[in-house]
C-alpha cells in the first residue's frame, strides 16, 4: 500500500468515525455558545461606539429623532436600495409591524434577508406578514438574544435606532464609514448565527410541521408556537412529540441537531 493510499483511507476513516453521543453534544453546546457570546461583545462595542453620536451628528453619522422620522427614512432606504436590503428585525415597533414597501419591491427584484428576534413572531400577525414575504422571495432566519434593530441597504447606508424606548426615539443614519463597515460584519455574524425560519420541504413533514421545528430550534415557548400557528396547547405538543419520533430526538436540542444533518434547517 503506498502512502498516498494509506494517507486516503485514514482521512476517510476519521471523516466517518462515530463518537461518544455525549461528548459530541457538548462540543456542539460550547462551540454555539462562544459564538453568541461574540454576537453580544459585537452588539456592546456598537452601542458604545453610537453613544458618541447621539447629541449630534457628522458627515458619516446623522442623527434624527421622532417615530416619524424613522418610519420615513426606512421607507427611504428601502426605495433608494438597488441591490439588497438587510435587516436585524425586534420589538418594540415605532408605527407598524408591517412593511408594505417590501413586498412591492421583492417583485422588483431586490433581495431581502432578514434576521427577527423570536419576541418579533409573538406580535400578532407578524408572522403571516412574514410568512407571506417568504414566499415572495424574502430570507428569513430567528436568532435569539437579538437585542439590536437594524437596516442596511447595499452596503452603501445604514439605518439603526439608538433606543428601544418609544417615548425617546433616536436613530443613526450610517453613511460609508469604518462604524458602516463594523455594522455590516456585525449583521453577517448575526445571520450566520441564525436559524432559518422554514426549511425546504420534505415528504415526511407538513409545512405546518416545518414551521413548528423551525420555531422550536428558534426558541420560542409553546404557548407562543400554539398561538401563532392557531393549535391548541395540546395539539401542539402532540405533534411536537410526533416530530420528536420521527427524528428520533428526545428534546428540543436533539431535535435542532437531527433536523440540521438532515438538511431541513
Request: glycine fraction near 6%; proline fraction near 4%.
Amino acid at each position: 500500500m503506498t502512502a498516498r493510499n494509506w494517507f486516503v483511507m485514514a482521512r476517510t476513516r476519521r471523516r466517518y468515525a462515530a463518537i461518544e453521543p455525549q461528548h459530541a453534544v457538548e462540543t456542539l453546546i460550547r462551540t454555539r455558545t462562544a459564538e453568541l457570546d461574540q454576537v453580544r461583545a459585537a452588539s456592546a462595542e456598537l452601542s458604545r461606539l453610537f453613544a458618541a453620536t447621539q447629541d449630534g451628528g457628522s458627515d458619516e453619522v446623522e442623527i434624527i429623532r421622532g417615530s416619524e422620522a424613522l418610519g420615513r427614512w426606512f421607507v427611504r432606504l428601502q426605495q433608494e436600495a438597488r441591490g439588497d436590503v438587510r435587516t436585524l428585525d425586534r420589538p418594540p415597533y415605532a408605527l407598524t409591524t408591517a412593511n408594505p414597501v417590501e413586498e412591492t419591491a421583492l417583485g422588483k427584484g431586490l433581495a431581502y434577508r432578514a434576521v427577527y428576534a423570536p419576541e418579533a413572531l409573538e406580535w400578532p400577525g407578524v408572522l403571516d406578514d412574514i410568512r407571506r414575504l417568504v414566499r415572495h422571495g424574502e430570507q428569513a432566519r430567528v436568532l435569539p438574544s437579538l437585542r439590536v434593530k437594524l437596516a442596511i441597504a447595499d452596503r452603501r447606508i445604514a439605518l439603526m435606532p439608538l433606543t428601544l424606548d418609544l417615548a425617546d426615539v433616536r436613530a443613526a443614519v450610517v453613511r460609508p464609514s469604518t462604524l458602516l463597515d463594523a455594522l455590516v460584519d456585525y449583521w453577517e455574524l448575526c445571520w450566520q448565527q441564525a436559524t432559518p425560519l422554514e426549511g425546504p420541504a420534505e415528504e415526511s413533514l407538513a409545512e405546518d410541521d416545518r414551521l413548528m421545528l423551525s420555531l422550536l430550534v428558534s426558541g420560542l415557548k409553546d404557548e407562543a408556537i400554539a398561538r401563532q400557528l392557531g393549535w391548541s396547547l395540546r395539539t401542539m405538543r402532540r405533534r411536537t412529540s410526533r416530530l420528536h419520533e420521527l427524528l428520533g430526538a428526545t428534546n428540543r436540542f436533539q431535535a435542532g441537531v437531527v433536523a440540521a444533518r438532515r438538511g431541513w434547517l
